[in-house]
T-cell receptor, first 113, second 112 residues
Framework: NAGVTQTPKFRILKIGQSMTLQCAQDMNHNYMYWYRQDPGMGLKLIYYSVGAGITDKGEVPNGYNVSRSTTEDFPLRLELAAPSQTSVYFC????????????FGPGTRLTVL | KQEVTQIPAALSVPEGENLVLNCSFTDSAIYNLQWFRQDPGKGLTSLLLIQSSQREQTSGRLNASLDKSSGRSTLYIAASQPGDSATYLCAVKDNQGGKLIFGQGTELSVKP
């Protein structure tokens, strides 16, 4: 199993550009999450999904959109990139919302100039 | 709203010392608590996961405890080594959507 994969690893965007961060998992997990980590800080939840077709906002959703058309994929869309979105983005998944472990991808480092 | 706090923010110790990292949380309604390690510029490595019904978990030189009633967890590292230098994050899994709420991390430096 590849686990949770994320692409790209690094990206530099100009202000106002758009991009999609890709996340995929091959563990047949129902729940998937997007977090961002600013320098020297812990992770904050952007959006999450409890299954295909169902998404919900986390703590910091502004400026982002998500979709979940399949169990495996959970892309994160930035429509109009701003310098405040410079961060490291982590995708995670888990089988259900109970007491089991959440598995993380390697992260995408995004810089907006 | 659940809040997670880690103290200290940074810690520097000589090699060989035993040390304790602290994590506190405000709402005891959690599924579990997880400790992660993060090396500079890298992703998260899960170290230990403690279920809400458990009191502690051990892995090698690491021991994590959980006191749900007081909202506290500690990560004990025995006989620290320079290779233990990293940022350590704790996170609680809340019981609404299974989201992880993270602390800010403790940056550990172990000097040879």
């Amino acid at each position: 199993n590849a686990g949770v994969t994320q692409t790209p690893k690094f990206r530099i965007l100009k202000i106002g550009q758009s991009m999609t961060l890709q996340c995929a998992q091959d563990m047949n997990h129902n729940y998937m999450y997007w977090y961002r980590q600013d320098p020297g800080m812990g992770l904050k939840l952007i959006y999450y999904s409890v299954g295909a077709g169902i998404t919900d906002k986390g703590e910091v959703p502004n400026g982002y959109n998500v979709s979940r058309s399949t169990t495996e994929d959970f892309p994160l869309r930035l429509e109009l990139a701003a310098p405040s979105q410079t961060s490291v983005y982590f995708c995670a998944s888990t089988q259900w919302a109970g007491d089991n472990e959440q598995f993380f991808g390697p992260g995408t480092r995004l810089t907006v100039l | 709203k659940q809040e997670v706090t880690q103290i200290p923010a940074a810690l520097s110790v000589p090699e060989g010392e035993n040390l304790v990292l602290n994590c506190s949380f405000t709402d005891s309604a959690i599924y579990n608590l997880q400790w992660f390690r993060q090396d500079p510029g890298k992703g998260l490595t899960s170290l230990l996961l403690i279920q809400s019904s458990q009191r502690e978990q051990t892995s090698g030189r690491l021991n994590a405890s959980l006191d749900k009633s007081s909202g506290r967890s500690t990560l004990y590292i025995a006989a620290s080594q320079p290779g233990d230098s990293a940022t350590y994050l704790c996170a609680v899994k809340d019981n609404q959507g299974g989201k992880l709420i993270f602390g800010q991390g403790t940056e550990l430096s172990v000097k040879p």
